[in-house]
């Protein structure tokens, strides 16, 4: 099977991704689908996502079960264990890995003007613009504006048709905590449900929309208020995906202090944790109104690179390559 590269935004490094459960994923998506679709729509759903979830995460430390498995995990994934909250030793179980919290006021520094917009997360992400009407979308790619917002997001669309997004794919290895792009009030929240499609390359490009069949929370935040962004609507798309069993809203104002779920008319404040997926790997996608943002030039210029092999960029037949980044890192400012 062909290797899926990406770029390091700081180093500038091309690198080879190691992507986890490969030959089983491209399996299932070919060779399952095709000659046994039931079984295959079983394989993504909530139950059978859960089971498998148990049996990554959980299995493992009943075999093993002590803080050196996990130390084991980490080092294998390169998790630096240096940035925990608590310390490392207390990390008992793989499932406590990939859900630990970290130091992120000093790890994941911020810019101060509040109208840069920041990564909800580590992840490696795509950016572009829904005019491209030839990019993503011609093929049935990436996602369906309208199926993405869902029925209860219908009031929104008019307010993102021919905007921008960003794709954010976060890995085994990332920090699975999401943090608040944008400053501003909650004007609407609510989970759309779905599958639970695996967040691999190959299963992107081989599965129509997969992001919009997926199970999702959508955000609705307005920046344009005292102390907000200014930068418009934003919609924030939090999405589940194989192994991913649930979405934890858990806004902290302060450090991770006094979580609380996402309601309409509460301010968000950029940077602040916001949920958390728990575990595996997932997806987020943010959406903005035409004209209000410009992302930054060096994740543009990433993603049109020509000399890097993208899955994505052979799925959809065009440039489409990742940029490894940071939470709380800039990733565009206002217009």
């Not at 498995?69 to 390169?78: D, I, Q, R």
């Not at 093929?139 to 869902?150: A, E, I, N, P, V």
Request: charged content about 20%; overall charge positive.
């Amino acid at each position: 099977m062909k290797p899926h590269q990406y770029i390091q935004r700081h180093t500038g490094e091309v690198v080879t991704e190691e992507l986890t459960a490969d030959p089983m994923l491209a399996w299932m998506y070919s060779s399952l689908r095709e000659r046994a679709p039931y079984l295959f729509n079983l394989c993504i759903q909530s139950r059978m996502s859960a089971m498998l979830a148990w049996l990554q995460f959980d299995i493992p430390l009943l075999r093993r079960g002590n803080h050196a498995a996990v130390k084991k995990m980490a080092a294998t994934l390169g998790i630096d264990l240096s940035e925990c909250l608590d310390p490392p030793e207390t990390l008992r179980s793989i499932r406590n890995l990939f859900e630990r919290k970290i130091r992120y006021e000093e790890c994941r520094p911020m810019p101060a003007y509040r109208t840069t917009v920041v990564s909800p997360a580590d992840a490696r992400i795509i950016t572009g613009s829904l005019t491209e009407t030839d990019m993503l979308f011609a093929k049935g790619r990436f996602f369906s504006l309208q199926d993405l917002l869902g029925r209860m997001g219908f009031q929104w669309l008019p307010r993102f048709t021919n905007g921008d997004f960003a794709v954010f794919r976060l890995t085994l290895d990332k920090y699975h905590y999401n943090h608040v792009p944008v400053s501003g009030v909650v004007i609407g929240h609510y989970e759309v449900d779905g599958a639970f499609h695996s967040c691999n390359p190959t299963a992107i490009v081989s599965t129509a929309t997969p992001f919009s069949q997926n199970r999702r929370t959508v955000t609705i935040i307005d920046t344009d208020v005292p102390r907000g962004s200014q930068v418009g609507k934003v919609a924030m798309i939090e999405i589940v995906a194989l192994m991913i069993g649930r979405i934890t809203q858990c806004y902290s104002r302060e450090h991770y202090n006094s979580p609380q779920e996402i309601h309409p008319g509460m301010f968000l404040d950029r940077g602040q944790p916001k949920s958390l997926y728990q575990p595996g790997s997932s997806t987020d996608i943010l959406l903005f109104e035409p004209g209000r943002i410009r992302f930054d030039s060096d994740l543009v210029h990433n993603r049109n690179r020509q000399d890097v092999y993208s899955r994505f960029s052979i799925g959809l037949g065009q440039s489409a390559v990742e940029t490894d980044i940071k939470a709380r890192e800039s990733i565009a400012c206002k217009i």
